[in-house]
């Protein structure tokens, strides 16, 4: 049996770990021809996937990364924006240094990979954008989020203007808004709390399960099902939203 992305070429970042790799395995599991990119390449291993190491800050290293893709598969069918990184804090923690980090890698490094492959999605009419925000957004504020959530509201908004900008030209740009993710990442912010607050990290871990309604955190894959069906053709009359996957923490 076919797969729901048969033949389609995918390219998704930040595919070394959690939702990207839980992505970009998916995305390969239904027939699309994956790239993976990832600042740290031997995160990739093991992806069935056309593997490169790509540093989505760098307008100079996507440009020739473009190239490359476009020499080897042509146009894109689909490019998932994965990159992005979590900033712990309030208004008066975070620097200028924290705020222009937050926002280069989290809203203009979509910027730049849209920017770089939408004009050849443009030239065969067809093509689908999912990027990854949160619902830490403008959906729900929540405690020492602050750049993060505006970052994340921001990558909203552009999904938005990407949407109505190109609608007519067989574009669609949807947004996928999780909620707290099982993931290396959120191991990572949960030592870091640790650390900071002097609290020991299964505490800090039950203060993340227990702000979600079911009582449990999500799992990439559960985000990855989304992202492929926003990425398929089952969701061709979809396009400019934000589509929570969040256990209900936005009720």
Not at 88 to 109: A, E, I, M, P
Not at 129 to 148: A, H
Not at 234 to 239: G, L
Not at 241 to 247: F, P, R
């Amino acid at each position: 049996m076919a797969g729901r992305l048969e033949n389609k070429v995918a390219l998704v970042t930040a595919a070394g770990q959690g939702i990207g790799r839980a992505i970009a395995e998916k995305f390969a599991e239904q027939g699309a021809k994956v790239i993976a990119t990832d600042l740290d390449p031997n995160k990739l291993k093991g992806l069935r996937a056309r593997l490169r190491k790509l540093d989505v800050r760098s307008q100079d290293d996507i440009e020739a990364f473009a190239r490359e893709v476009s020499r080897e598969f042509g146009a894109l069918d689909i490019l998932v924006n994965c990159a992005g990184y979590v900033h712990q804090g309030t208004v008066l923690d975070c620097t200028d240094r924290d705020w222009d980090l937050s926002f280069d890698l989290n809203v203009k490094s979509m910027h730049r990979m849209i920017r770089t492959f939408l004009p050849g999605m443009l030239e065969k009419k067809s093509g689908s954008i999912v990027n990854i925000s949160s619902t830490v957004s403008s959906i729900r504020g929540v405690p020492d989020r602050y750049v993060y959530g505006a970052t994340k509201a921001a990558v909203i908004g552009l999904t938005k203007a990407v949407a109505a900008d190109f609608i007519k030209q067989g574009i669609r740009c949807n947004a996928v808004c999780p909620g707290t993710i099982e993931s290396p990442s959120l191991g990572e912010r949960i030592m870091v709390v640790s650390r900071e607050t002097g609290r020991p990290p299964d505490m800090v871990r039950r203060s993340f399960v227990d702000r979600q309604p079911m009582g449990r955190l999500g799992t990439p894959e559960e985000v990855a099902w989304l992202a492929l069906f926003l990425a398929s053709d089952e969701a061709s009359y979809m396009t400019g939203q934000a589509h929570l996957v969040d256990g209900g923490m936005a009720l």
